[in-house]
T-cell receptor, first 114, second 115 residues
Framework: AQSVSQHNHHVILSEAASLELGCNYS??????LFWYVQYPGQHLQLLLK??????LVKGIKGFEAEFIKSKFSFNLRKPSVQWSDTAEYFC????????????FGQGTELSVKP | EAQVTQNPRYLITVTGKKLTVTCSQN?????MSWYRQDPGLGLRQIYY???????DKGDVPEGYKVSRKEKRNFPLILESPSPNQTSLYFC??????????????FGPGTRLTVL
């Protein structure tokens, strides 16, 4: 069965530090890849998505992610985090077999210290 | 404003008392879905609907029912809630169904506690 793995459960950074959150998926076919963010007490919002073309995808709020097909990875990056980036981040995948279900990783909680 | 709404936002109930969580979207989306979020497990799909009168099971459908009589509404029904259904529930919708690049839009969540 397809799965999504996020390596870090909780990341703590100081403001202005660089961020990289890992995401790996297990599926050999065509995938669409998503990063969602959940700010405290709020619903999930899309940060960015990839489905084809340039493997470096830019999203909102200065976030970007790189799709590396050979590594089955879609890591999220931001050069300089802010306190307002404190949130939980979810990587998600959908595929074209088994109905193309949207599968989420376990989530990574990011805490940014001012 | 384009949005997905859920009600109630918070609910505390007792084992066995039937409840319904409503979900409504105003974007004319064909696809709607319910997820539950549990610590360390991320979001898991409960049920989904590709269009009116078309529903199917997700990963964790046991103990839940859904219906899709109208395009905009997709209620989640717990006929006999149990404590292991204590969770945070999200409704989501997208223009088309799964296997597409369409973004899923999420509701604000319903925090359910079953005593």
């Amino acid at each position: 069965a397809q799965s999504v793995s996020q390596h870090n459960h909780h990341v703590i950074l100081s403001e202005a530090a660089s961020l990289e959150l890992g995401c790996n998926y297990s599926y050999g076919g065509t995938v669409n890849l998503f990063w969602y963010v959940q700010y405290p007490g709020q619903h999930l919002q899309l940060l960015l998505k990839y489905f084809s073309g340039d493997p470096l995808v830019k999203g909102i709020k200065g976030f970007e992610a790189e799709f590396i097909k050979s590594k089955f990875s879609f890591n999220l990056r931001k050069p300089s985090v802010q306190w307002s980036d404190t949130a939980e981040y979810f990587c998600a995948v959908n595929t074209y077999n088994q109905g193309g279900k949207l599968i989420f990783g376990q989530g990574t909680e990011l805490s940014v210290k001012p | 404003e384009a949005q997905v709404t859920q009600n109630p936002r918070y609910l505390i109930t007792v084992t066995g008392k039937k409840l319904t969580v409503t979900c409504s979207q105003n974007m004319n989306h064909e696809y709607m879905s319910w997820y539950r979020q549990d610590p360390g497990l991320g979001l898991r799909q409960i049920y989904y609907s590709m269009n009116v009168e078309v529903t199917d099971k997700g990963d964790v459908p046991e103990g839940y029912k859904v219906s899709r009589k109208e395009k905009r509404n997709f209620p989640l029904i717990l006929e006999s809630p149990s404590p292991n259904q204590t969770s945070l529930y999200f409704c989501a919708s997208s223009l088309r169904g799964q296997g597409t690049t369409d973004t899923q839009y999420f509701g604000p969540g319903t925090r359910l506690t079953v005593l």
